[in-house]
């Protein structure tokens, strides 16, 4: 049959057309097939700044009848448009039983796909499929709402309340897991509401789920999944036998490593208790981790639990005062006071704290500062070189790796043909991916050209990838002499080296001279410009004054180049060249409404940076590049070293307004180098280190913690500077989280945190919920000798009346 007549019509005409077809002439049609289907769904500019496929019709036409082409295992199919689940039913009974489920465990994840596999599995033309993309299917069949109750529709799909046993023993990721889903729609939507509903009708056992949520709550799901089996325990409502029943698995849930698990064992133990059904020694066995563990007001219930047992029975005062000793460590002075004056005992005095001085320290002027610290570890054998590549294509985030294989490429470039052909399948499905990220995609294909591979050439590009591509192509083109080339980590290049590089090759490209200026760094300049004296060549002059030299006339690309190399803490570098770099940069930093109405972190800079601030000129091409950029602050800090102060402030910005349990990986950019080569924060680091530490994203608070900790050994960060930080934040802070933070920090360093906390209580309304957690870590801290609160915060204290938490926390920080 021709292409033409085959491709007409809607796609179930298309796909009884091919179904039609002998497996011979359908194999045949293949060739004609694909390359119909990748034209048709090209990515192009249809018309003026509008994109989109260029034949989206002729496209889907193309991709049913490649559906009944293909073999099972071809990964392309798992990108094919699917028309309907009745499309994918038809097509999936046409294979072999072998096939069909090939096929199903590929396209599960698909949402048109599940319900077709689903009927056929059910219908017994398929192996039950049990994933957990099948799994998540659940999840968005639930989320095609279809006007009806959740509990309705469970009722009416065939088979789902008995599948809907094994799809509540998985804890699930992401939204599809049921306190993600809950979180978001209608109350008759939530499975939380249908399981009710379900048990009261009967069509669920409701015994059976009572003790499921209590398996799986001992198994220490993530909090906040676990807390829905809690609360889903709390609404079946147990009847007083029922509690009885399960006191022995509460107690277990004691020792659980989730503070909202323990509190909701200990609340039932309560319960349990009034009803006068308690085992009394079973709860005293398990109640002391409970008394140990997070959570004041947990901690307080297992007391007074305790109390009440060991008053009704005196012959289990032993095991009672266990709980009571285990209180006497709890965080918390008054879990401890209470602890204490049950026992009868004395305290132990709190463990002195050593004399210790935690200057602001001052970053020095530029001119002063160390950069040189780490040199970069060139890979100088192929084998190397490809190990690093390799590594590049499966992180490509690793900037500093990036520019060491590089220069490493560079020295061994020829002998790299054969050493790369390992990396050659894995760098063609990258650069064949239909919107493949700028970087991942550049390294791809200096793999691939440097193993004797067919490229395209990278195209010219401006921003800061302009000289990345620049040494890319060098090297493709076999005549790479990189004057530019990082000596160390954090993009850093010695002045005198390039200038020796500059001497055996004046004529260096002007690319690659700009890249070289825009990473000079501040030491051995002296001893560089004494060695500039006899350059030569297009460029001598301008590098003699950017390392410190007389004033040039030029003010081309290279010159600004120059001017931000001398004067790197200026706005203008065009003002700079001409001799008036203007007044220092400073900075500040607030949190409210964007013009979107969302709110966010800004980190600002006065006076404003007058474009080019990184001077990445040059010249804006015709050609406009659809690349996307993917998150490359990573390669963004080391394309100019000069611009770490903006890419922290950005950083910081971006991780609080991302701040998702999977967020941006833009941490990896800005924290790190605070661990590998410590030095003195400005203003947009100390928000950055700030920022991670307000965040419930565990990984940049990790990476925050880790920077702190460091830069506080070398007393290179200022706690009075980080809770004026702090401070920026105000009501959108959350005391109790910052508090785990800083109470892992002050192990290390109680002076410092006394000083932060001091600086940043005054800054929070008295009102702001959960600020008797700082006040307690403040109040720990003086009790132990890590000094005194200032006169401010005593007078913010007089603002604490009553007798609540905070109030006796502020009352006993004031005296």
């Keep these: 049959m021709h292409l033409d007549a085959l491709l007409t019509g809607q796609p179930s005409d298309v796909l009884t057309r091919t179904l039609e077809l002998s497996r011979a002439e359908r194999k045949a049609l293949a060739p004609e097939l694909l390359a119909a289907f990748k034209d048709s769904s090209e990515f192009v500019e249809i018309e003026p700044n509008t994109y989109g496929a260029r034949n989206p019709r002729k496209g889907q036409q193309a991709a049913t009848a490649l559906w009944a082409v293909l073999p099972a295992g071809d990964p392309l199919l798992r990108r094919l448009w699917i028309a309907s689940p009745t499309i994918l039913e038809r097509v999936l009974q046409d294979r072999p039983l072998a096939e069909r489920k090939t096929i199903a465990l590929r396209m599960i994840g698909h949402q048109t796909a599940w319900e077709a596999i689903r009927r056929m599995t059910l219908d017994g033309d398929l192996e039950p499929i049990r994933t957990p993309d099948y799994y998540s299917g659940w999840f968005r069949w639930a989320g095609r709402f279809g006007g009806k109750p959740l509990a309705e529709r469970l009722r009416t799909e065939p088979e789902a309340l008995t599948e809907l046993w094994e799809l509540l023993e998985l804890e699930g990721n992401g939204d599809a897991s049921f306190a993600a889903f809950d979180k978001y729609v209608r109350d008759e939507d939530k499975w939380s509401t249908a399981l009710l509903e379900l048990t009261t009708t009967g069509d669920v056992d409701r015994t059976r789920l009572l003790d499921l949520t209590l398996d799986v709550l001992a198994r220490d799901f993530a909090a906040f999944r676990a807390q829905w089996y809690a609360a889903l325990h709390e609404t079946l409502a147990p009847t007083p036998d029922e509690r009885a029943a399960a006191q022995t698995r509460y107690a277990r849930l004691c020792g659980s490593g989730l503070p909202r698990t323990v509190s909701f064992a200990v609340k039932a133990l309560s319960l349990v208790d009034k009803q006068g059904n308690l085992d009394d020694e079973i709860a005293l066995q398990h109640l002391p ?73 001052v970053r020095p002027p530029w001119a002063q500062r160390t950069m040189l610290t780490i040199p970069l570890d060139i890979p100088d054998t192929p084998a190397a070189v490809a190990e690093a590549l390799s590594s590049l294509l499966s992180d490509p985030d690793q900037a500093d790796l990036l520019l060491a294989a590089l220069d490493g490429a560079h020295r061994v470039a020829d002998e790299l043909k054969d050493a790369l052909k390992p990396l050659v399948k894995r760098a063609t499905k990258i650069t064949g991916e239909k919107y493949p990220a700028a970087v991942p995609h550049l390294i791809a294909t200096l793999v691939l050209g440097l193993s004797g591979r067919d490229i395209a050439r990278p195209p010219q590009v401006d921003g800061w990838r302009r000289p990345l591509h620049h040494r890319v192509t ?72 950017a390392l410190g030299g007389p004033a040039i006339d030029d003010t081309g690309w290279t010159a600004l180049a120059a001017a931000r190399a001398r004067h790197p803490e200026s706005a203008d570098p065009a003002a700079a060249l001409h001799g008036n770099p203007g007044p220092p940069i400073t900075w500040t930093a607030k949190v409210g409404p964007s013009d979107y109405g969302v709110t966010s972190l800004d980190v600002e800079q006065q006076p404003k940076a007058v474009a080019p601030k990184n001077p990445w000129l040059g010249i804006r091409f015709d050609e406009t590049d659809h690349q996307w950029l993917g998150f490359t602050e990573c390669h963004e800090a080391v394309s100019s070293p000069y611009d770490r102060d903006h890419l922290e402030a950005a950083v910081a910005g971006n991780l609080f307004y991302n701040d998702y349990e999977v967020g941006y990986p833009v941490e990896k950019a800005a ?64 005391p109790t989280r910052l508090t785990s933070r ?51 915060t005593k007078d913010w204290l007089t603002g604490f009346k009553g007798s609540s938490k905070a109030a006796k926390a502020a009352s006993r920080l004031g005296h």
């Design 289 to 361: 981790a409970a008394a140990a563990g997070r959570g004041a007001a947990t901690a307080k219930l297992a007391l007074k639990l305790t109390t009440r047992i060991a008053d009704r029975r005196p012959e289990l005062t032993d095991l009672a005062n266990e709980v009571f000793e285990a209180a006497l460590t709890h965080e918390a002075s008054d879990v401890r006071a209470l602890a204490t004056a049950r026992l009868g005992v004395t305290p132990d005095a709190p463990a002195a704290i050593a004399a210790a001085e935690y200057p602001e320290p």
């Design 474 to 545: 060098a090297l493709l083109d076999g005549n790479a002499r990189p004057v530019s080339a990082a000596t160390h980590q954090g993009g850093w290049l010695d002045p005198v080296v390039f200038v020796t590089r500059m001497l055996e090759h004046p004529e260096a490209p002007e690319d690659d001279v700009v890249d070289a200026l825009l990473r000079l760094a501040p030491d051995t300049r002296p001893e560089a410009l004494t060695l500039a004296a006899k350059l030569t060549g297009p460029h001598a002059d301008t590098i003699r004054y």
């Design 671 to 734: 924290l790190p180098p605070f661990l590998d080569s410590p030095s003195i924060p400005g203003h947009p680091g100390t928000m950055l280190i700030a920022t991670t530490l307000v965040l419930k994203r565990p990984t940049s608070a990790q990476l925050g913690t880790d920077a702190a900790l460091t830069l506080l050994d070398r007393r290179m960060l200022g706690p009075s500077a980080l809770g004026e930080a702090l401070g920026v934040f105000g009501p959108h802070l959350v």
């Design 742 to 792: 800083l109470s892992v920090i002050a192990n290390e360093h109680p002076i410092a945190i006394l000083s932060t906390v001091d600086t940043l209580l005054p800054k929070l309304e008295p009102s702001h919920r959960g600020i008797f957690a700082l006040l307690e870590l403040a109040a720990d801290l003086v009790d132990r000798g890590a000094g005194t609160i200032s006169a401010e």
